[in-house]
């Protein structure tokens, strides 16, 4: 079964600073790994997925598979970067299995 | 850009009585889904949708709740006898792609559900 781990349910960091959460996943397969973000009272929303390789607002994330990591990383953050984040993973198609999420606090 | 809209934002019962959550999809998605999120824990997969019937659905997902599209527009969530651990936050999301690759799920902004 697909396990997501999140280990830290905050992260505070200061405005400049690089930030990186860290996700990893446990599955013997090839899963497709995803970060969701839900900003204060907004909803979920997809911030990258890593068969994109793509960087998201200043955000990047790679796939080790040695590791099974998918962590989350900006090299400077903003306090408008502070929110919920969420790494998630997918089977197929098979349904999306979220972390316990970490919360992103960046001070000015 | 097209939303997920979810009503009603905020909804309190009493324990033992039936309640529905609605959905209101994407127009164009395919697939349906419900999660949950319990104060303080994950968001939990709750049932999956697609072609009016369930396609998968999680060991939470037990003889009480159910769901259904009753229209060409709206997905529901019925909890029949609510039980006071069924507080929780639920959210429906949809996609036109089940594999995400050129449609990732989206999530409407929940129903915050307490059971009291």
């Known amino acids: 079964a697909q396990r997501v781990t999140q280990p830290e349910k905050l992260l505070s960091v200061f405005k400049g600073a690089p930030v990186e959460l860290k996700c990893n996943y446990s599955y013997s397969g090839s899963p497709e790994l995803f970060w969701y973000v839900q900003y204060s009272r907004q909803r979920l929303q997809l911030l990258l997925r890593?068969?994109s390789r793509e960087s998201i607002k200043g955000f990047t994330a790679d796939l080790n598979k040695g590791e099974t990591s998918f962590h989350l990383k900006k090299p400077f953050a903003q306090e408008e970067d502070s929110a919920m984040y969420y790494c998630a993973s997918q089977v197929g198609f098979q349904k999306l299995v979220f972390g316990t999420g970490t919360r992103l606090l960046v001070s000015p | 850009e097209p939303e997920v809209t979810q009503t009603p934002s905020h909804q309190v019962t009493q324990m033992g009585q039936e309640v529905i959550l609605r959905c209101v999809p994407i127009?164009?998605?395919?697939?349906f889904y419900w999660y949950r999120q319990i104060l303080g824990q994950k968001v939990e997969f709750l049932v999956s949708?697609?072609?009016?019937?369930?396609?998968?659905k999680s060991e939470i997902f037990d003889d009480q709740f159910s769901v259904e599209r009753p229209d060409g527009s709206n997905f529901t969530l019925k909890i029949r006898s609510t039980k006071l651990e069924d507080s929780a936050m639920y959210f429906c999301?949809?996609?036109?792609?089940?594999?995400?690759?050129?449609?990732?799920?989206?999530f409407g902004n929940g129903t915050r559900l307490t059971v009291t």
């Open positions: 890593h068969i």
């Open positions: 949708f697609y072609n009016n019937e369930i396609s998968e």
């Open positions: 127009s164009n998605h395919l697939y």
């Open positions: 999301a949809s996609t036109a792609d089940r594999a995400q690759d050129n449609s990732p799920l989206h």
